[in-house]
Every structure is written in C-alpha cells, then in structure tokens.
C-alpha cells in the first residue's frame, strides 16, 4: 500500500489511514506508525500528537499533546526511563539530574580506591613471593 494507507486482511485492500498518520498499521486514531509534519507519534498510544507547550506534561493539556524531547522534537515513550527524561527536562530546563554528576564522580573515585588497593596487595604479594623464591625470607 502506499503511504497513508494500510493493508486491511479481512477487506484484503489498501484502506486509508487517519488523517494525522503518515503511515499506519490499522485504521483509526491508534494504528499510526508515523506521523504527518509538525505531529510526533507518541509510542505508547500508536497516535499522532503535538508536542505540550514548555512546563506542560501529558495530561494537564486541553488537547492531548505529548512531552517531547527538546533536542529531536519526538515524544517521549510512555517507559520508565523516558518518563524520568521528561522530567529532568521540565527541571529549569537542566538535561540532567542534580545529583547526577556527584553521583558519578563518587562511583568513579570508589573504582579509583579499588584500583589503587589491588594493585597495592598485587605489589605485596609479588615482593614477598620474589624475597621467598631467593631465599631473603626465611619462613
């Protein structure tokens, strides 16, 4: 079928899609598998959406609209990692949370620590078993 139509198994023809569909799966508003410029196909409902005005999520919109990614204009997924990007980006604009970069600096400092103590013990180790192999130690 061409764009804006879907292949229909019980009709066995092409039939239209929604009008905001570019490309669909099925008939009517949920089957969207693309959407027509300026709409974003909101993955969790399979429809096509506006993106909400700034400071406005899904919902709280007279319209349904959806919480779009800043940088690429799409909706946001309804999974818990995009819900949780949705809401960093409403946090005064900030792409990250406010504890994220001292979170990763502590993981990174105790991966240091760790580093640093096995390659001591492996320091240790190495000289007593050199000192016993010449015979330096005597026990």
């Not at 905001?20 to 709409?39: A, E, F, I, K, R």
Request: aromatic content about 6%.
């Amino acid at each position: 079928c061409q764009s804006g139509s879907y292949y229909n198994l019980s009709s066995q023809a092409c039939e239209p899609c929604n009008k905001s569909c570019l490309t669909c799966s099925s008939g009517g508003d949920n089957g969207c598998t693309s959407c027509q410029t300026p709409m974003s196909l909101h993955p969790a409902t399979s429809t096509c959406r506006t993106c909400c005005p700034p400071g406005v999520t899904e919902g709280e919109h007279e319209t349904p609209c959806c919480s779009c990614d800043p940088t690429t204009g799409q909706c946001y997924g309804a999974v818990s990692a995009d819900k949780r990007r949705i809401a960093l980006s409403l946090d005064s604009g900030s792409h990250h949370a406010p504890h994220q970069d001292s979170y990763f600096s502590s993981v990174t400092s105790l991966v240091a620590v760790i580093c640093l103590v096995n390659v001591v013990i492996f320091g240790a180790v190495f000289t007593v078993l050199q000192a016993r192999s010449t015979g330096s130690l005597c026990w």
